[in-house]
């Protein structure tokens, strides 16, 4: 007997997406409920309807939106029959319960999908472990959501022990999960520590900035490497460091890591706090928006407020406006900077427009937390004379007296120090006066 054909299609939720603004939420310019919308898509779910969006000044303690629009979306989920109701809120356990009554169906609010990209999205073993913590946590004020099915005997004879330590015991392992993923984390994070410790000796530029706003493509452009890079929200999540070459050959560490959004759960914020505080050491941080947003305005005050929360660093040292390409309007870019006191670059890292601007610029920065010394080393030490050369910035050469070769380089205090280790005593530095020859 021969089976019915099945499709082999993956099964896209299809979901109604509802939110409430309260005062002080950012408008949406290109539509309410837009940046939920591409989140769902994210997530690989399928938004049907309109939306729903309702304006209050507090929101309801029980179910967060109002008894007339808890109905009106109840009628759209008759009409639709979706998988679920994503709500573009952090709801409450009992907020949660009293939706999924009111709707008959899985309620999703905005940190559980996030959350739910970030899972799908995780490649490493660390950010699979902080996404598992940050969800766990997340799970924890929330699992006797998901005893409702003891609801109906719940407090009868013979009923009331088994449920109770039935949720009891999930807790109790719920916890000891949470803390044996914060061990294993922290032994990762340790070994990461000694990673980035490891390269104090050179240059580190930092690339931080809203998600989507093109950081993976400039990454690419600026080292020619290969990292995945596409249109969607969260496409990074672990922080990449690759050599950038200079124009005077000197190397830099360019590190990209997750974006920032809008309310991103604090849980989330708290696992990835390590994977960000390794970009936000950089030596140079570079804040990249996407200027043809609409929302690019709000998007950069939420990077600012992101960053400021975890850093003593309020504000990047150079604003990045990418995919000028697609901005019509260059006075936009003006409005969008104000009276920033970060250095202004106007790039494109899809079509390579503005890079070498940016280049300067960084190069600039590095010059001011660089010297310039002599380095004399005897013409037949080869190894040595490689050595120098490898290391970049090198200004000039010439041959004393046939036996020694004097080096003019520019490069950080840490490249010195390096340096120094790797040619011992085969060579000598020796400081540049300012206007010497």
Same mark, same amino acid.
């Given at each position: 007997m021969s089976r019915p054909p099945q499709s082999t299609q993956a099964h896209h939720d299809r979901v109604v997406v509802c939110g409430v603004i309260l005062p002080g939420h950012p408008q949406e310019f290109e539509g309410e409920l837009s940046e939920v919308r591409a989140l769902v898509g994210a997530?690989?779910?399928?938004?049907?309807? &309109?939306?729903?969006?309702?304006?209050?000044?507090?929101?309801?303690?029980?179910?967060?939106?109002?008894?007339?629009?808890?109905?009106?979306?109840?009628?759209?989920?008759?009409? %639709?029959?979706?998988?679920?109701?994503?709500?573009? #809120?952090?709801?409450? !356990?009992?907020?949660?319960? #009293?939706?999924?009554?009111?709707?008959?169906?899985?309620?999703?609010?905005?940190? &559980?999908?996030?959350?739910?990209?970030?899972?799908?999205?995780?490649?490493?073993?660390?950010?699979?472990?902080?996404?598992?913590?940050?969800? #766990?946590?997340?799970?924890?004020?929330r699992l006797r959501r998901m005893w409702t099915h003891l609801e109906r005997t719940e407090g009868a004879i013979g009923?009331?022990?088994?449920?109770?330590?039935?949720? &009891?015991?999930?807790?109790?392992?719920? #916890?000891?999960?949470?803390?044996?993923?914060?061990?294993?984390? +922290?032994?990762? &994070?340790r070994r990461k520590q000694r990673q980035v410790a490891s390269r104090s000796g050179q240059f580190t530029v930092g690339l931080v900035g809203y998600t989507n706003a093109g950081k993976s493509t400039l990454l690419n452009r600026l080292t020619g490497s290969q990292e995945f890079a596409a249109d969607m929200p969260f496409a990074t999540l672990d922080t990449r460091t690759r050599k950038w070459v200079l124009p005077d050959k000197r190397i830099v560490l360019l590190s990209d890591t997750v974006g920032f959004l809008q309310r991103l759960p604090h849980h989330l914020v708290a696992s990835f706090h390590a994977t960000l505080e390794e970009t936000l050491q950089a030596d140079l941080l570079l804040h990249v928006v996407d200027a043809s947003h609409p929302d690019a305005g709000t998007q950069m005050r939420a990077v600012d407020e992101v960053l400021a929360s975890?850093?003593?660093?309020?504000? !990047?040292?150079?604003?990045?406006?990418?995919?000028?390409?697609?901005?019509?309007?260059?006075?936009?870019? %003006?409005?969008?900077?104000?009276?920033? !006191?970060?250095?202004?670059? %106007?790039? +494109?890292?899809?079509?390579?427009?503005?890079?070498?601007?940016?280049?300067?610029?960084?190069? +600039?920065?590095?010059d001011e937390r660089s010297s310039t010394v002599d380095i004399f080393v005897p013409v037949t030490d080869g190894r040595t004379l490689a050595s120098v050369r490898a290391a970049g910035g090198l200004m000039e050469e010439e041959v004393l007296e046939e036996t020694t070769m004097r080096l003019?380089?520019?490069? +950080?205090?840490?490249?010195?120090?390096?340096?120094?280790?790797?040619?011992?005593s085969h060579a000598r530095f020796a400081p540049v006066v300012e206007g010497a020859r």
């Amino acid at each position: 007997m021969s089976r019915p054909p099945q499709s082999t299609q993956a099964h896209h939720d299809r979901v109604v997406v509802c939110g409430v603004i309260l005062p002080g939420h950012p408008q949406e310019f290109e539509g309410e409920l837009s940046e939920v919308r591409a989140l769902v898509g994210a997530a690989e779910g399928v938004v049907v309807g &309109e939306g729903f969006v309702q304006r209050r000044e507090r929101p309801t303690p029980a179910t967060l939106l109002g008894k007339g629009k808890v109905e009106e979306i109840r009628t759209a989920v008759d009409q %639709h029959k979706p998988d679920a109701v994503v709500v573009d #809120n952090d709801l409450t !356990p009992a907020q949660g319960r #009293n939706l999924e009554k009111a709707w008959g169906v899985r309620v999703i609010d905005r940190s &559980e999908l996030i959350l739910d990209i970030f899972a799908r999205r995780a490649q490493t073993r660390q950010a699979s472990l902080q996404v598992e913590l940050a969800q #766990n946590e997340y799970l924890m004020p929330r699992l006797r959501r998901m005893w409702t099915h003891l609801e109906r005997t719940e407090g009868a004879i013979g009923t009331r022990g088994p449920g109770e330590t039935q949720l &009891e015991t999930d807790r109790r392992l719920l #916890n000891r999960r949470i803390a044996d993923l914060k061990a294993e984390l +922290s032994v990762i &994070e340790r070994r990461k520590q000694r990673q980035v410790a490891s390269r104090s000796g050179q240059f580190t530029v930092g690339l931080v900035g809203y998600t989507n706003a093109g950081k993976s493509t400039l990454l690419n452009r600026l080292t020619g490497s290969q990292e995945f890079a596409a249109d969607m929200p969260f496409a990074t999540l672990d922080t990449r460091t690759r050599k950038w070459v200079l124009p005077d050959k000197r190397i830099v560490l360019l590190s990209d890591t997750v974006g920032f959004l809008q309310r991103l759960p604090h849980h989330l914020v708290a696992s990835f706090h390590a994977t960000l505080e390794e970009t936000l050491q950089a030596d140079l941080l570079l804040h990249v928006v996407d200027a043809s947003h609409p929302d690019a305005g709000t998007q950069m005050r939420a990077v600012d407020e992101v960053l400021a929360s975890m850093s003593a660093r309020l504000r !990047p040292d150079v604003l990045v406006l990418n995919k000028i390409d697609r901005v019509d309007d260059p006075l936009s870019l %003006h409005l969008l900077t104000g009276d920033s !006191p970060a250095t202004v670059v %106007h790039v +494109s890292a899809k079509t390579g427009r503005g890079l070498d601007r940016l280049t300067e610029v960084v190069q +600039s920065y590095l010059d001011e937390r660089s010297s310039t010394v002599d380095i004399f080393v005897p013409v037949t030490d080869g190894r040595t004379l490689a050595s120098v050369r490898a290391a970049g910035g090198l200004m000039e050469e010439e041959v004393l007296e046939e036996t020694t070769m004097r080096l003019r380089v520019r490069l +950080s205090a840490g490249a010195l120090g390096l340096l120094r280790q790797r040619t011992g005593s085969h060579a000598r530095f020796a400081p540049v006066v300012e206007g010497a020859r």
